[in-house]
C-alpha cells in the first residue's frame, strides 16, 4: 500500500488518482507531521510499502514571517516521516522544490548542482530533503511552479483577475517551467515504479516567464487582456525567489522513461479539465 501524506492538497489529491495499486490517503487532522507521535502512530497503524508526503507549509511568503512552523513542518515534519517509514521497512518519497536554488547559475539545475535557499521557506525545504535521508530508502523529487485542479494556484489566479480587469502587469524576469500536478503525479508514479532512489528533477518541458506564462493562459483561454512588465523588483514581495531555476530533468527520462510533456501541452489540457 502507498500512503499519500497531505491527500487534501494541489498534488495530494492528484497523485491519489495516479498512483497504481492501493492508495490510502492522510492528511491535517488525521496526522500531523509536525507530530513524531502522530506520524508513527498512522504509519504503524497503516504499514504502507511506500510513504509519499506531498504535506508542506507551502505559502512561499507567509513562511518569511512564519520561519519556526515552515521549519516545523517542511524541515522537522520529514525528518520523522523518514524515521517512522524507516520503522517499518517503507520507501519515503518527499516532493522538493526549485527554492532550493539561487537562480543564479544561468542554465538548468541538475540534481546535484549546490543548493543556495534565498528565502525561508526554500531553506526549510532544503532542511526537508536532508532530513528525508534519515531514511536509506528515500526518493527526493525537485519540482516548479506547480498547478492543479485541487488548489489555489497562478492559472486560476489569472483567470479570476482576467474577469475583474483588462489589463495587468506580470513578471518578466522569473523563469521557470510551469507543471501540471497530473503529469508531476505521473513522474512520480515512474519514478516509484522504477524503483529509482536518491534526487530527481521533475517538471513539464521548456520554460517561460510568469507574464508569457499569463499570456499563453489568456490566448488559450480565448480573452483578451493587456499584459505589461513587472520585475521582481518591483512586485518587493516579502520572498526572494530565484530568477532562473529550470530543472534539467533527463535523469527522469534516463532512469524512469519518462518525459514530461511540454508545459503548453500540459496547460491546453489543464483548461479544457477545468472547465469540464
Ligand atoms: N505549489 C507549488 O508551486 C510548488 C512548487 C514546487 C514544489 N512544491 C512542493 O510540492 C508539494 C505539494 O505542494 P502543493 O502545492 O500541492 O501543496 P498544498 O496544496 O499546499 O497542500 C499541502 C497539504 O499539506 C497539508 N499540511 C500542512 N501542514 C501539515 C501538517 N503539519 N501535517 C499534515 N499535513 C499538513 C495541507 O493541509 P492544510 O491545507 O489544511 O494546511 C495541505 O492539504 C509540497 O512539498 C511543495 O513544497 C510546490
Not at 17 to 41: H, K, M, R
Not at 101 to 111: A, N
Not at 193 to 215: K, Q, R, V
Request: with cysteine; charged share 20%; proline share 4%.
Amino acid at each position: 500500500m502507498i500512503l499519500v501524506v497531505g491527500a487534501n492538497g494541489m498534488l495530494g489529491h492528484d497523485l491519489m488518482q495516479e498512483l497504481n495499486g492501493a492508495v490510502q490517503g492522510v492528511d491535517l487532522p488525521d496526522i500531523d507531521i509536525t507530530s513524531f507521535e502522530s506520524v508513527l502512530e498512522v504509519v504503524e497503524r497503516t504499514k504502507p510499502r511506500i510513504v509519499v508526503n506531498a504535506a508542506a507549509y507551502t505559502d512561499v511568503d507567509g513562511c518569511e514571517s512564519n520561519s519556526e512552523l515552515a521549519m516545523q513542518v517542511n524541515g522537522e515534519g520529514v525528518a520523522f516521516l523518514a524515521m517512522a517509514s524507516r520503522t517499518v521497512g517503507a520507501k519515503l518519497v518527499q516532493v522538493s522544490t526549485d527554492y532550493v536554488f539561487d537562480g543564479g547559475k544561468g542554465s538548468p539545475y541538475l540534481e546535484d548542482d549546490a543548493p543556495g535557499p534565498l528565502s525561508v521557506y526554500g531553506e526549510s525545504k532544503l532542511a526537508g530533503e536532508m532530513n528525508a535521508k534519515f531514511n536509506p530508502d528515500h526518493l527526493i523529487v525537485r519540482t516548479q511552479w506547480l498547478y492543479g485542479v485541487h488548489g489555489k494556484n497562478f492559472v486560476e489566479t489569472m483567470l479570476r483577475l482576467a474577469g475583474e480587469k483588462n489589463e495587468l502587469a506580470v513578471v518578466v524576469d522569473q523563469i521557470g517551467s510551469p507543471t501540471w500536478t497530473v503529469d508531476l503525479a505521473r513522474a512520480i508514479r515512474e519514478l516509484v515504479e522504477h524503483d529509482c532512489t536518491g534526487i530527481y528533477h521533475a517538471a513539464n518541458s521548456g520554460f517561460c516567464s510568469w507574464n508569457d506564462f499569463a499570456g499563453a493562459i489568456f490566448e488559450e483561454s480565448g480573452l483578451s487582456i493587456r499584459l505589461n512588465p513587472l520585475t521582481t523588483e518591483q512586485l518587493n514581495r516579502p520572498a526572494r525567489r530565484p530568477l532562473y531555476s529550470t530543472l534539467d530533468c533527463s535523469k527522469l527520462a534516463a532512469d524512469a522513461g519518462f518525459v514530461p510533456q511540454p508545459w503548453r501541452e500540459a496547460l491546453k489540457q489543464y483548461l479544457k479539465l477545468r472547465k469540464g
